[in-house]
């Protein structure tokens, strides 16, 4: 349940307190947001309090190692530019940031397929270099599938009555056979869903909420290739991508999976009313299944070369 307390007028003064430059700036809430709450101040930046326990350590991520990261990405981020420190009035750290402006992608689907797959292609690209040492990094994000298959198989079960359940396991069964990554860690969002991009004229505007940023394997963000674009845009991703083995794109498909299993989740909960539901996530979601077990296809040779199933390679 939210805390009443923490509202335009904390925020405000807490402006007042550390940061008084930004003090007289117009504050509006925003609507959205699963870790922290988030307010627009003025046009060009936010204002962002945590919500849940794990939310403090995120925004600390993100301030650590954000602004030099994002100065080498191709899409808007949000930048961020002052750091709130704990006190009497509020005991959490908080954070002001740029403004990316867009509507959240699970509120308005990207449209346009192929230029929306090319700025992915170019968003990632950028991202996933090769991390330093003392990056960050996620029990659960970026590691092998094997790592979380207690988890997978939790989501399985939860959804063992659904028709397509079957296309299910062998999506998942699949991605843990899959070779794993053995290359050094690469940076990686580690959240790519729809709620955590906005959308300008059909199209991919920026990437938001950098607070599971860590390094590991990419896959976990290539499988943005079915949460975020239209049917029949992967392909075009994976070949503007141009980095992502069969291996990759296996695993990937593993990382969508249960990422809309979470979504369709989380959005019926936000149907029934329940505290932390977001019921747009659960169109969100399914559309994204949708299009992830479309592109699975039955085993089939490849004529001219050794391969046998040329549509897990790209699809």
């Not at 307010?39 to 403090?56: C, I, K, N, Y």
């Not at 359940?165 to 990686?188: C, F, G, H, K, T």
């Not at 659960?282 to 040329?310: F, I, M, N, Q, Y």
């Amino acid at each position: 349940m939210e805390d009443p307390t923490v509202d335009e007028t904390l925020v405000r003064s807490l402006l007042d307190a550390q940061h008084p430059d930004l003090a007289e700036l117009e504050l509006r809430p925003v609507d959205g947001g699963w870790d922290n709450r988030m307010w627009r101040l003025g046009e060009d930046l936010a204002v962002r309090l945590p919500r849940t326990p794990r939310a403090p350590a995120l925004l600390r991520t993100e301030h650590r190692w954000l602004p030099g990261l994002a100065s080498r990405l191709p899409l808007p981020v949000p930048v961020p530019v002052r750091l709130g420190t704990p006190s009497a009035s509020f005991p959490e750290t908080w954070l002001v940031t740029t403004w990316v402006a867009g509507e959240p992608a699970d509120r308005a689907p990207v449209g346009r397929g192929p230029h929306a797959a090319e700025a992915l292609a170019g968003f990632l690209t950028a991202l996933h270099q090769e991390a330093p040492d003392d990056a960050p990094v996620s029990p659960g994000r970026g590691v092998p599938l094997a790592d979380i298959t207690e988890a997978a198989e939790g989501h399985l079960r939860a959804v063992a009555t659904r028709r397509d359940i079957s296309r299910m396991r062998e999506v998942w069964s699949d991605a843990v056979a899959a070779p794993v990554w053995n290359r050094p860690p690469v940076w990686l969002h580690s959240d790519l869903h729809p709620a955590n991009v906005v959308v300008s004229e059909g199209t991919l505007a920026g990437v938001i909420d950098f607070g599971d940023l860590s390094c590991g394997d990419p896959a976990i963000d290539l499988a943005a290739a079915w949460l975020l674009l239209p049917s029949g845009a992967a392909e075009r991703f994976f070949d503007a991508y141009a980095r992502a083995d069969e291996a990759a794109v296996r695993r990937a498909r593993g990382w969508a999976l249960l990422r809309c299993l979470v979504l369709i989740d989380i959005g019926r909960a936000g149907e029934l009313g329940l505290p932390g539901g977001k019921p747009t996530w659960k169109h969100a979601g399914e559309a994204a299944l949708a299009r992830l077990l479309d592109s699975v296809v039955p085993e089939r040779p490849c004529p001219g070369t050794s391969c046998t199933r040329p549509d897990w390679c790209r699809s």
